[in-house]
């Protein structure tokens, strides 16, 4: 399926060819496949992209479907859930990417599983790595998007450990502070009475990043 000499270029043409052979050749080798390199897939510019695979190829499977057990991929949300629970930085990564990818396609599938994503947000935003933590500010941004106003307050104790996620981020590399303060607008457009309670604490993370520091004064 996959060549491991291939380059970066060559893996993305592999990818998308399996996307669109999906239809034609059958879906559950292909998705064998992909869960298999993404485990042993060590370049993270590749994992991304295969994640980003996965997660469109389970989102177009699960859409058309009321329930998952009737979709084209019925122990989708099983797998994912194993594949996290392999417990490495690269795994937890993936399994945040995926989701930000399914959750535009079948948000419904994962209603049943509040205390699970909740936990995976939690546990991602206060992760020691910085993509990890990106990802599950992309993640959990995606979550609130889709869910009613009343069911994203179940969600408001994680703002902190968001915001402290972002700072973070600003601090260790400002492209992916930058990707996170997008996500951070995102959500406040698409839901902006999550911030009522932690309004205080959002106005004061945003003055400690505005504020110069020492040495540029």
Sequence with gaps: FFNDTATTE???EQIVGSVR???ETGVHGVKR???VHLMQEPERKVRHFVSDAIGEIAGTL???AETINQSE???FIQTLFQYHGTNTTESFDGTL????NVLNY???MFQPHNNELFQLFKNGLEYNNADVKLSAIQAFTTWLSVLETKEC???EQLLPSMLKAIVDLLNENEYQGQEALTSLCDMAESEPKFFKKNFSLLFQTCLLYTSPSPRDS
């Design 10 to 12: 060559i893996y993305t």
């Design 21 to 23: 052979c999906v239809q």
């Design 33 to 35: 496949e992909l869960f």
């Design 62 to 64: 699960l859409s058309d």
């Design 73 to 75: 991929w019925p122990d």
């Design 97 to 100: 990417k995926i989701l930000t």
């Design 106 to 108: 079948s948000w419904e």
């Design 153 to 155: 307050k179940h969600y």
